[in-house]
Nanobody, 129 residues
Framework: EVQLQASGGGLVHAGGFLTLSCTFS????????IAWFRQAPGKEREGVSC????????YYARSVKDRFTISRDDAKNTVYLQMSSVEPEDTAIYYC??????????????????????WGKGTQVTVSS
């Protein structure tokens, strides 16, 4: 069974740096594309970034493209989201999600949520001004 868990959230000042981690277990990790989404109170869920199963392709929302970096470490079954120059508008609960492995759509539907099948519990990121 596919299981994902996001971690690494916390409180950070504007302009600071934070790294989130998504651990993945239950199946062969390198067969799955992984994406990060975020949702703030009263706002729609937003696609933040996505990395293909091979790590060859990455995708970013316009709002974070020059500030965030997604990467994966298959040996540790982990995907990271490095956040730099964070802004108060980055405050949200961050979730990681995966497609359906070899039967999935990869990042082709990103930033739409319906391209992802499995979802982990989120981690809170709060950016103070």
């Amino acid at each position: 069974e596919v299981q994902l868990q996001a971690s690494g959230g916390g409180l950070v000042h504007a302009g600071g740096f934070l790294t989130l981690s998504c651990t993945f277990s239950g199946v062969t990790f390198d067969e799955y594309a992984i994406a990060w989404f975020r949702q703030a109170p009263g706002k729609e869920r937003e696609g933040v970034s996505c990395v293909s199963h091979s790590g060859m392709s990455t995708y970013y929302a316009r709002s974070v493209k020059d500030r965030f970096t997604i990467s994966r470490d298959d040996a540790k079954n982990t995907v990271y989201l490095q956040m730099s120059s964070v802004e108060p508008e980055d405050t949200a609960i961050y979730y990681c999600a995966s497609d359906d492995g070899v039967l999935g759509r990869g990042c082709s539907k990103f930033p739409r949520y319906y391209g992802m099948r499995y979802w982990g519990k989120g981690t809170q990121v709060t950016v103070s001004s």
